[in-house]
C-alpha cells in the first residue's frame, strides 16, 4: 500500500521546523509509521549540496542555486521518499517544490514555464498529497530570526535577504494556495507555538484519518 506525503512549506522564521518535529513526536507516540526529512539536505549527497550552497561567501549564480537545488531534490525524491512512500511509510519533508516555485521563481524572478520544468525534471511528477502552508508576515518571520541569530544560529546565505524578496516569496505561496487549495493548506503562523500545534495536529490527523 502507498504511504502518503505531506510536506511542511513557509518563508523563513514562520516556524514550520518546529511544528515538524512536534507533530512527529505526536504521530510516533499514536504509532504511525513515520520519515521525516527535509530539504536542502535530506540524503548524504544533500547534506554536501546544501553546505556548498549555504555556507559558501562566493556569489552564486541564480541559476546555479535553481539547479543546484533540483539536483539536491532528484536525489531526495528517488534514493528516500519514494522508496518510502512504496513501504507504505507516512513522509513529512520540511520544503519540497513549492519552495523552489516560491524562492527561485518568485523571489530570483525566473520564468514560472522554466522553474516548473525544473520541478518536474527533479521529481518526475510526485507531488505532495497534503502540503501545509505556515503563513506569518514578513516583519513577524524577520523579528524572529533576527532573535534566532542573537541566540547563536549560525548565519547562511538566505539571512541576507531582504524584505522585498520573502513579500515575493510569501506572495508566490497564497498563490499555489488559491490554485491549489485540496492540497495546499494555510495555517496562521502568527501565533504561539501551541496554538499553532493544535491547528497542525488538528489537520494533519484528520488528512491520515480520512
Do not use: W
Amino acid at each position: 500500500m502507498a504511504g502518503k506525503f505531506i510536506t511542511f512549506e513557509g518563508i523563513d522564521g514562520s516556524g514550520k521546523s518546529t511544528q515538524l518535529r512536534i507533530l512527529a513526536d505526536h504521530l510516533r507516540e499514536k504509532g504511525v509509521d513515520l520519515l521525516t526529512t527535509h530539504e536542502p539536505g535530506g540524503t548524504p549527497l544533500g547534506k554536501r549540496l546544501r553546505a556548498a550552497f549555504l555556507e559558501t561567501d562566493e556569489e552564486v549564480a541564480p541559476m546555479s542555486e535553481l539547479l543546484l537545488f533540483a539536483a539536491d531534490r532528484a536525489q531526495h525524491v528517488e534514493t528516500l521518499i519514494k522508496p518510502s512512500l512504496e513501504r507504505g511509510r507516512v513522509v513529512i519533508s520540511d520544503r519540497y517544490a513549492d519552495a523552489t516555485f516560491a524562492y527561485q521563481g518568485a523571489g530570483r524572478g525566473f520564468d514560472e514555464k522554466v522553474v516548473n520544468e525544473v520541478i518536474y525534471l527533479a521529481t518526475g511528477g510526485l507531488k505532495p498529497d497534503l502540503t501545509v502552508f505556515f503563513d506569518i508576515t514578513v516583519e513577524t518571520a524577520i523579528t524572529r530570526m533576527s532573535e534566532h541569530q542573537g541566540e547563536g544560529r549560525v548565519h547562511n546565505r538566505m539571512d541576507r535577504e531582504t524584505t522585498e524578496f520573502y513579500d515575493r516569496v510569501r506572495s508566490a505561496y497564497l498563490g499555489v494556495a488559491k490554485s491549489e487549495p485540496d492540497r495546499f493548506k494555510t495555517i496562521d503562523a502568527n501565533g504561539s507555538i501551541e496554538d499553532v500545534q493544535c491547528s497542525v495536529c488538528d489537520l494533519v490527523e484528520g488528512f491520515l484519518n480520512s
